[in-house]
């Protein structure tokens, strides 16, 4: 199972991107019975959790994204989104998704750059 990251980018402050990851080789259900989670990792800091959404679409946020980002999920097609609006310099980050444990396989991640 290994999720697949996509969608990052360059953008100024206060701009928006969406974020995508594709679960491979999962089946439905497997997908379906995972609180699935987006996290990210800036140059020379830990890796912390960002977002977290069950198969329901109960979701927990970070307090440094609350209200400015949404992640979401299409359980049919095993995919899970991050939209993030007004972003700013500090959310430039390497993004990935994986379960809230962080139980599966990590991809490699997509770029998030915001410039100032």
């Known amino acids: 199972v290994q999720p697949v990251e996509s969608g990052g980018g360059s953008v100024q402050e206060g701009g928006s991107l969406r974020v995508s990851c594709k679960v491979s080789?999962?089946?439905?259900?497997?997908?379906?019975?995972?609180?699935m989670a987006w996290y990210r990792q800036a140059p020379g800091k830990q890796r912390e959790l960002v977002a977290t959404?069950?198969?329901?679409?109960?979701?927990t946020y970070a307090d440094s994204v609350k209200g400015r980002f949404t992640i979401s999920r299409d359980n049919a097609w095993k995919k899970v989104y991050l939209q993030m609006d007004n972003l700013k310099p500090e959310d430039t980050a390497v993004y990935y998704c994986?379960?809230?444990?962080?139980?599966?396989?990590w991809g490699q991640g997509t770029q998030v750059t915001v410039s100032s």
């Open positions: 994986n379960d809230d444990s962080g139980q599966l396989s």
């Open positions: 080789g999962a089946i439905t259900s497997f997908f379906n019975s995972k609180i």
């Open positions: 959404i069950t198969r329901l679409s109960s979701t």
